[in-house]
């Protein structure tokens, strides 16, 4: 069965500073990741996914993830964090066998100091 | 276009009451998803829809009841809830759910309050 890990509940970040959120999946095959972002109160928006192909891929909001088979894992960087980007991060897998399921981590919230 | 549209916003309903949650996706999906989401944690997988036939159902209780009329709607209908059923309760919509590397895409939701 496919599952993932966010170690990091919490995680605080300085305005201007650089981020990275940390995913661990288990899956055996290459699966199919993402990360969405959940403001309060709001629904998921989709910020980036990897499928195939290059492993560094480009996201919406200057966010980047890079896909490491080895270590098994699907990190979220961004060089520089706005206010905006405080919410709650939650990193997906999805087979690749055609199963509509999607399974999520436990979620990072992030908060932003000035 | 990915927009996923859900309504009503905010619900609150009694134990006794019947109501419905509607959602709508004009993106030509033809899966669609309900999922349940409490505070602090991840959206849990409640039903799946994929050509307008039920697929996946994860042994939700049958107070909660969904509907695929056609391809661009989803309900969740709702009866004799208790108040732990209070929730964000998240439609989504994918393409055809046996498309390799699929997204799927949320809408922002309805909270749900049982009274």
């Known amino acids: 069965a496919q599952s993932v890990t966010q170690p990091d509940i919490h995680i605080t970040v300085s305005e201007g500073a650089s981020l990275e959120l940390r995913c661990n999946y288990s899956?055996?095959?290459?699966?199919?990741l993402f990360w969405y972002v959940q403001s309060p109160g709001q629904g998921l928006q989709l910020l980036l996914k990897?499928?195939?192909?290059?492993?560094l891929v480009q996201g919406i909001k200057g966010f980047e993830a890079e896909f490491k088979r080895s270590q098994s894992s699907f990190n979220l960087r961004k060089p520089s964090v706005h206010w905006s980007d405080a919410a709650e991060y939650f990193c997906?897998?999805?087979?690749?066998?055609?199963?509509?399921?999607?399974?999520f981590g436990t979620g990072t919230r992030l908060t932003i100091i000035p | 276009d990915t927009e996923v549209t859900q309504t009503p916003k905010h619900l609150v309903m009694g134990m006794t009451n019947k109501k419905s949650l509607k959602c709508e996706q004009h993106?030509?999906?033809?899966?669609m998803y309900w999922y349940k989401q409490k505070a602090k944690k991840p959206p849990e997988l409640m039903f799946v829809?994929?050509?307008?036939?039920?697929?996946i159902n994860e042994s939700v209780p049958s107070r909660f009841s969904p509907e695929c009329p056609n391809s661009s709607l989803l309900n969740l209908h709702l009866h004799a809830l208790q108040p732990e059923d209070s929730a964000l309760y998240l439609c989504?919509?994918?393409?055809?759910?046996?498309?390799?590397?699929?997204?799927?895409?949320f809408g922002e939701g309805s909270w749900l309050t049982v009274v």
């Open positions: 989504a919509s994918s393409p055809t759910g046996w498309e390799i590397g699929n997204t799927i895409y």
């Open positions: 899956y055996g095959a290459t699966p199919y």
């Open positions: 990897y499928f195939s192909g290059d492993t």
């Open positions: 997906a897998v999805k087979s690749n066998f055609g199963n509509e399921k999607l399974t």
């Open positions: 993106m030509g999906h033809r899966a």
């Open positions: 829809y994929s050509y307008e036939k039920l697929s």
